[in-house]
């Protein structure tokens, strides 16, 4: 089964670009199937890392920003793949 993880969060005022890079350098203990980062308006970063696991596994995720980084808690999901398409 194919589980994907997502993490996102909102920057603090002016620090989109902090936040992206403090994700994008984030290591996990192992890799995943598959990770990508994304950023959107009002300074926010998606990142979704791909996992052949069940769906409820422990899986390494990205931990918490400092709090002078983020706006907000960090957001996360998790879903199962049902097809590919």
Do not use: C, K, Y
């Not at 002016?14 to 992206?20: A, M, Q």
């Amino acid at each position: 089964m194919t589980v994907a993880l997502m993490w996102e969060a909102r920057a603090s005022e002016g620090r989109g670009e902090d936040l992206l890079a403090w994700a994008r350098a984030q290591e996990l203990p192992r890799e995943p199937l598959r990770r990508e980062t994304f950023r959107a308006p009002q300074d926010r970063v998606l990142v979704l890392t791909w996992w052949d696991a069940p769906f409820d596994a422990e899986l390494p995720e990205l931990p918490e920003p400092d709090r002078e980084l983020i706006a907000r808690a960090v957001h996360r999901w998790r879903f199962e793949s049902v097809a590919v398409g």
